[in-house]
Every structure is written in C-alpha cells, then in structure tokens.
C-alpha cells in the first residue's frame, strides 16, 4: 500500500508558477515510477507528467511540455510539479499517481492516487 499527499496548491495569477509537491509513505518510493494528472468538473482525469524512479526519465503530455518539469527526491520520498507561465486553462484539481509500470501511469491506471491539490489561475 503506497499514501500520496499533495500540498502546494492554491490562487496563483496568469503568467505566475506553483510548485506542487507529493508525499509518499508505505513502500519503498524509488520503486515506483510517479505522475501528475489534473482533473477538471466534467471531464477525464488528464495525464500530464511521469517521471522514472531515478527521476532521470521524463515523459509529458504536449498540453504542458516546456512549461511544467515533473522531478523527485528518494531521499525525501517526494515527487514535485514545477508550473510555469500558468494560464486560466491550467486551473483544476492536481493529482499525483504512483505504480510500478510507467504504462499504467500513462494511461491514467496507476495503482495509487492522491487525494488531489487545487490550482486556480486567475486571468
């Protein structure tokens, strides 16, 4: 059983940066490649980022490559979110996902979600 905690979300304006912030307890961390989603009232959850257990590996969805950088620290058992250049289409609930097998991960089928941060872009 693997616990993930998001914090770092809030009221940031267009053009402004947050960074999102996942804690993990349970299972040995560096064992799990991990995610960030976000979900919108209406519609699929939205992939956006995975990144591998040595945080060497990166992958991210087109809608926010060049803007968001997913990374980690095993030593702090924490996975984190930079956002930059935030746009109003950015607002929604964030969260992060973990499982063994990045294409689980990929395809929004992780076996471990977060609760989920809020993020709103005022323009």
């Known amino acids: 059983q693997v616990q993930l905690v998001e914090s770092g979300g809030g009221l940031v304006q267009a053009g402004g940066s947050l960074r999102l912030s996942c804690a993990a307890s349970g299972r040995t961390f560096s064992n799990y490649f991990m995610g960030w989603f976000r979900q919108v009232p209406g519609k699929e959850r939205e992939f956006l980022a995975v990144v591998d257990w040595s945080g060497g590996i990166t992958y991210y969805a087109d809608s926010v490559k060049g803007r968001f950088t997913i990374s980690r620290d095993n030593t702090r058992n924490t996975v984190y979110l930079q956002m930059n250049s935030l746009k109003p289409e950015d607002t929604a609930v964030y969260y992060c996902?973990?499982?063994?097998?990045?294409?689980?991960?990929?395809?929004?089928?992780?076996?471990?979600w977060g609760q989920g941060t809020q993020v709103t872009v005022s323009s």
């Open positions: 996902a973990a499982d063994p097998r990045s294409s689980r991960v990929r395809v929004g089928s992780p076996g471990y």
